[in-house]
């Protein structure tokens, strides 16, 4: 979610990294003060003021009958981060993995491990903390010997470790961490201490079993819908059906209040909801409210209007004639256009996505006779949300305590987003009952409320000179980016990182470049979502090129290469998926009984590189991708086989979002309420996903995210080889498709 770009525009990484001091005084700081009461007078290492991630006490856990808990600085989404900390921990803490319960931490300032601030997302988790967590387990080792040497008598040089016990080899004797730990937290850690050098590393870049498997495997895992407290209400909740509409009356409402199991019935901003002593009981109930909601604004797109459409938003983004800001230039745009000896142009867009996770949002919210404030959601920034969650509740932030599930559910959905998440809901209804309250969203309400991808739009424009070759790229992107809606406090400059990544700074020797975004602010409620702006962005620029190359009468592959010259690591990879697709062919070309073609595609996200193949066929008018051939280069990683996981799932998103994913927006309303009309990969259509990590020893870069952004311009390019048509509005499905 963060990758490296120049300094004309800040990159996310740069912006995270600046963003700690806005964030801290936002929602961090008063943390530090609830750590700080909650833990008490502070001994040993903690009465240090630790950089974050230093504290042993902090992060482990460790109980005499050998088991380790580690308080992880991130929220497990099935992103395998909870295996890839025990690794890391454990190399170094001389633990083997499968010996750690990995649970996410509570708030706190020692869990701000990301640039000084704490989150789970943007492919960020391992890269930022690996040489922390590192670090830290290497200090635990420490700790753990000098309080055996203590206690044996022994100099520290003479005792060495193994899977959780500290050795005396000389006398044969042996103490495990656990009958150590009460007096080695208590001990000043070592300021520096050495690592264990990566040619004899045991677990990291291991295919280490996943460690939350086993339960996933047999009902046991613990999501937020599964939680319980006792005495608790349950409430569902009918939204107003355009945002930013509230309820102005109830016409049955006394007859509602008296159906089975009601306990009461209650307005909040933008909705209603019932509380009942069942969540089905709540929800038959909220949908037999008859509600008058306040009447929208006609037209306009500064709030939803009454006559907002997905189709009328991107006319006003297409309509814009402010010139914006520029996010890269590079040499003499506009001397190059004025001698080329041809010119493409291009208009693309994308649509509004939802996140349409498996698990609906939840929350529970419970008020406690001292006055604080008890909160169970999914999120993934446990400090921002305890600080939205006290202001909700009108306490100090020292009052609340937030409680983090695994997600059910993850890339970008866990954020704030103001109205589109439960939590808010559940601690006004738990002050309003006095009671234990746990919301639970239908999967309608889900989709009328989730906080979805931004419609986006970029026209393009190359040069080419007489021998076909781009001597220019000029990208005009108008939109809004998440981090320009929920970040501008912290923006240096007006260009939103979040909507030109993935066409700024690409490795393709251009000579000229220059790329402008234009902010047209969204009336409904944006968000993340996975590989966020690269997810449409790298679509957009890396279908162009295949358009360059035809205009230019060059092979796809061929052209990437020669403009790929002086990077080793891009041409690397582009030889790598050439050999595993068997080699290079663009097609169309018969393969079993039918024709098919293949599309490139490169992209550069979130630190990683990616090069992608994808093999096409047309059936029925649709587009049917039968192979995905994936070279990824993360630099470094933890575990190949999450690694690889992770590129796969990521891959079959991708191909989801580009073949059918779409929100639409007609007269203000969403007009997809399920499933059924919000059409997501099935399984007939996933094709088989081969991926290759290459290593290029490049610092370490994200995983999560970076197998997505390849896929789609690879299957359009592969579409345009064989149907001789270029699709740049998504998704495919708008498209009937019929093979040359």
């Given at each position: 979610?963060?990758?490296?770009?120049?300094?004309?525009?800040?990159?996310?990484?740069?912006?995270?990294?600046?963003?700690?001091?806005?964030?801290?005084?936002?929602?961090?700081?008063?943390?530090?003060?609830?750590?700080?009461?909650?833990?008490?007078?502070?001994?040993?290492?903690?009465?240090?003021?630790?950089?974050?991630?230093?504290?042993?006490?902090?992060?482990?856990?460790?109980?005499?009958?050998?088991?380790?808990?580690?308080?992880?600085?991130?929220?497990?989404?099935?992103?395998?981060?909870?295996?890839?900390?025990?690794?890391?921990?454990?190399?170094?803490?001389?633990?083997?993995?499968?010996?750690?319960?990995?649970?996410?931490?509570?708030?706190?300032?020692?869990?701000?491990?990301?640039?000084?601030?704490?989150m789970t997302g943007g492919s960020f988790s391992t890269r930022s903390?690996?040489?922390?967590?590192?670090?830290?387990?290497?200090?635990?080792?420490?700790?753990?010997?000098?309080?055996?040497?203590?206690?044996?008598?022994?100099?520290?040089?003479?005792?060495?470790?193994?899977?959780?016990?500290?050795?005396?080899?000389?006398?044969?004797?042996?103490?495990?961490?656990?009958?150590?730990?009460?007096?080695?937290?208590?001990?000043?850690?070592?300021?520096?201490?050495?690592?264990?050098?990566?040619?004899?590393?045991?677990?990291?870049?291991?295919?280490?079993?996943?460690?939350?498997?086993?339960?996933?495997?047999?009902?046991?895992?613990?999501?937020?819908?599964?939680?319980?407290?006792?005495?608790?209400?349950?409430?569902?909740?009918?939204?107003?059906?355009?945002?930013?509409?509230?309820?102005?009356?109830?016409?049955?409402?006394?007859?509602?209040?008296?159906?089975?199991?009601?306990?009461?019935?209650?307005?909040?901003?933008?909705?209603?909801?019932?509380?009942?002593?069942?969540?089905?009981?709540?929800?038959?109930?909220?949908?037999?409210?008859?509600?008058?909601?306040?009447?929208?604004?006609?037209?306009?797109?500064?709030?939803?209007?009454?006559?907002?459409?997905?189709?009328?938003?991107?006319?006003?983004?297409?309509?814009?004639?402010?010139?914006?800001?520029?996010?890269?230039?590079?040499?003499?745009?506009?001397?190059?256009?004025?001698?080329?000896?041809?010119?493409?142009?291009?208009?693309?867009?994308?649509?509004?996505?939802?996140?349409?996770?498996?698990?609906?949002?939840?929350?529970?919210?419970?008020?406690?006779?001292?006055?604080?404030?008890?909160?169970?959601?999914?999120?993934?920034?446990?400090?921002?949300?305890?600080?939205?969650?006290?202001?909700?509740?009108?306490?100090?932030?020292?009052?609340?305590?937030?409680?983090?599930?695994?997600?059910?559910?993850?890339?970008?959905?866990?954020?704030?987003?103001?109205?589109?998440?439960?939590?808010?809901?559940?601690?006004?209804?738990?002050?309003?009952?006095?009671?234990?309250?746990?919301?639970?969203?239908?999967?309608?309400?889900?989709?009328?409320?989730?906080?979805?991808?931004?419609?986006?739009?970029?026209?393009?424009?190359?040069?080419?000179?007489?021998?076909?070759?781009?001597?220019?790229?000029?990208?005009?992107?108008?939109?809004?980016?998440?981090?320009?809606?929920?970040?501008?406090?912290?923006?240096?400059?007006?260009?939103?990182?979040?909507?030109?990544?993935?066409?700024?700074?690409?490795?393709?020797?251009?000579?000229?470049?220059?790329?402008?975004?234009?902010?047209?602010?969204?009336?409904?409620?944006i968000a993340f979502w996975r590989s966020v702006g690269h997810s449409?962005?790298?679509?957009?620029?890396?279908?162009?090129?295949?358009?360059?190359?035809?205009?230019?009468?060059?092979?796809?592959?061929?052209?990437?290469?020669?403009?790929?010259?002086?990077?080793?690591?891009?041409?690397?990879?582009?030889?790598?998926?050439?050999?595993?697709?068997?080699?290079?062919?663009?097609?169309?070309?018969?393969?079993?009984?039918?024709?098919?073609?293949?599309?490139?595609?490169?992209?550069?996200?979130?630190?990683?590189?990616?090069?992608?193949?994808?093999?096409?066929?047309?059936?029925?008018?649709?587009?049917?991708?039968?192979?995905?051939?994936?070279?990824?280069?993360?630099?470094?990683?933890?575990?190949?086989?999450?690694?690889?996981?992770?590129?796969?799932?990521?891959?079959?998103?991708?191909?989801?979002?580009?073949?059918?994913?779409?929100?639409?927006?007609?007269?203000?309303?969403?007009?997809?309420?399920?499933?059924?009309?919000?059409?997501?990969?099935?399984?007939?259509?996933?094709?088989?996903?081969?991926?290759?990590?290459?290593?290029?020893?490049?610092?370490?870069?994200?995983?999560?995210?970076?197998?997505?952004?390849?896929?789609?311009?690879?299957?359009?390019?592969?579409?345009?080889?064989?149907?001789?048509?270029?699709?740049?509005?998504?998704?495919?499905?708008?498209?009937?498709?019929?093979?040359?």
């Amino acid at each position: 979610m963060h990758p490296l770009l120049r300094p004309a525009v800040p990159s996310r990484r740069g912006f995270l990294a600046g963003a700690g001091g806005a964030l801290v005084l936002g929602a961090l700081l008063p943390a530090r003060t609830v750590r700080a009461e909650a833990q008490g007078p502070a001994e040993g290492a903690g009465a240090l003021a630790p950089k974050p991630g230093t504290r042993v006490a902090a992060f482990l856990e460790i109980h005499p009958d050998g088991t380790i808990k580690l308080l992880s600085p991130f929220v497990e989404g099935g992103q395998g981060i909870a295996t890839g900390m025990a690794q890391i921990v454990g190399e170094e803490f001389d633990v083997p993995p499968s010996r750690f319960v990995v649970e996410c931490a509570p708030p706190g300032p020692d869990y701000a491990v990301v640039n000084g601030i704490r989150m789970t997302g943007g492919s960020f988790s391992t890269r930022s903390s690996y040489e922390i967590m590192r670090r830290l387990g290497a200090t635990a080792r420490d700790l753990m010997i000098r309080a055996a040497a203590a206690k044996l008598k022994v100099q520290d040089g003479e005792l060495t470790t193994r899977d959780g016990v500290v050795l005396h080899a000389a006398s044969n004797r042996s103490l495990a961490y656990g009958d150590l730990a009460a007096d080695a937290l208590k001990l000043k850690p070592n300021e520096s201490v050495s690592l264990r050098d990566p040619a004899t590393f045991r677990y990291i870049r291991q295919p280490v079993p996943r460690l939350d498997v086993r339960d996933k495997s047999t009902g046991r895992a613990i999501y937020a819908i599964d939680h319980k407290v006792e005495g608790m209400l349950y409430a569902a909740v009918q939204h107003a059906p355009r945002l930013g509409t509230e309820p102005t009356s109830l016409a049955n409402e006394a007859e509602v209040r008296a159906m089975p199991g009601v306990h009461s019935v209650h307005r909040l901003p933008g909705a209603v909801s019932v509380a009942a002593d069942s969540w089905w009981r709540a929800r038959k109930a909220v949908e037999a409210l008859k509600v008058e909601w306040s009447t929208p604004k006609p037209s306009g797109i500064d709030t939803v209007a009454a006559d907002f459409s997905s189709d009328g938003m991107l006319a006003v983004l297409k309509a814009s004639t402010d010139p914006g800001h520029v996010a890269e230039e590079q040499g003499d745009v506009a001397a190059a256009f004025a001698k080329a000896a041809k010119v493409v142009e291009a208009d693309y867009e994308a649509p509004y996505l939802a996140h349409a996770q498996l698990e609906p949002p939840s929350a529970i919210a419970r008020f406690d006779s001292d006055g604080t404030l008890d909160v169970w959601l999914p999120n993934q920034m446990p400090e921002v949300f305890q600080a939205v969650s006290a202001k909700v509740a009108g306490l100090q932030p020292a009052q609340v305590r937030i409680h983090s599930p695994m997600l059910g559910g993850f890339f970008g959905r866990h954020f704030t987003y103001e109205a589109g998440n439960p939590f808010p809901q559940a601690i006004l209804l738990a002050k309003a009952t006095g009671r234990a309250v746990k919301v639970l969203w239908s999967r309608e309400e889900e989709f009328a409320r989730d906080a979805v991808r931004p419609l986006s739009f970029s026209r393009f424009r190359a040069a080419l000179d007489t021998a076909g070759q781009p001597t220019a790229i000029e990208v005009r992107t108008v939109g809004e980016g998440p981090i320009g809606r929920y970040f501008s406090m912290m923006m240096q400059t007006p260009v939103d990182p979040s909507a030109v990544e993935g066409i700024v700074e690409k490795p393709y020797a251009v000579p000229n470049r220059r790329m402008t975004f234009t902010k047209v602010a969204h009336p409904v409620n944006i968000a993340f979502w996975r590989s966020v702006g690269h997810s449409m962005n790298d679509a957009f620029y890396e279908s162009f090129l295949d358009e360059v190359a035809q205009a230019g009468g060059h092979d796809p592959f061929a052209l990437r290469m020669a403009l790929l010259q002086g990077s080793a690591r891009h041409r690397t990879l582009l030889s790598t998926v050439a050999e595993m697709s068997g080699g290079w062919q663009r097609g169309p070309y018969r393969a079993e009984g039918g024709l098919r073609a293949r599309g490139l595609a490169m992209a550069s996200p979130f630190g990683s590189e990616t090069a992608t193949i994808a093999e096409v066929s047309v059936e029925g008018g649709e587009a049917r991708v039968h192979n995905l051939w994936i070279a990824f280069d993360p630099g470094s990683i933890v575990n190949p086989a999450i690694v690889k996981a992770q590129v796969e799932s990521a891959a079959a998103l991708g191909l989801s979002s580009v073949l059918f994913e779409q929100i639409v927006y007609r007269d203000g309303v969403r007009q997809s309420q399920n499933y059924d009309t919000y059409p997501v990969l099935r399984r007939e259509h996933m094709p088989k996903v081969h991926v290759r990590i290459v290593e290029s020893g490049a610092p370490m870069g994200g995983v999560g995210e970076p197998g997505l952004p390849g896929v789609p311009p690879a299957v359009l390019n592969a579409i345009a080889a064989l149907t001789g048509r270029r699709i740049r509005a998504l998704p495919v499905a708008n498209s009937k498709l019929s093979a040359v």
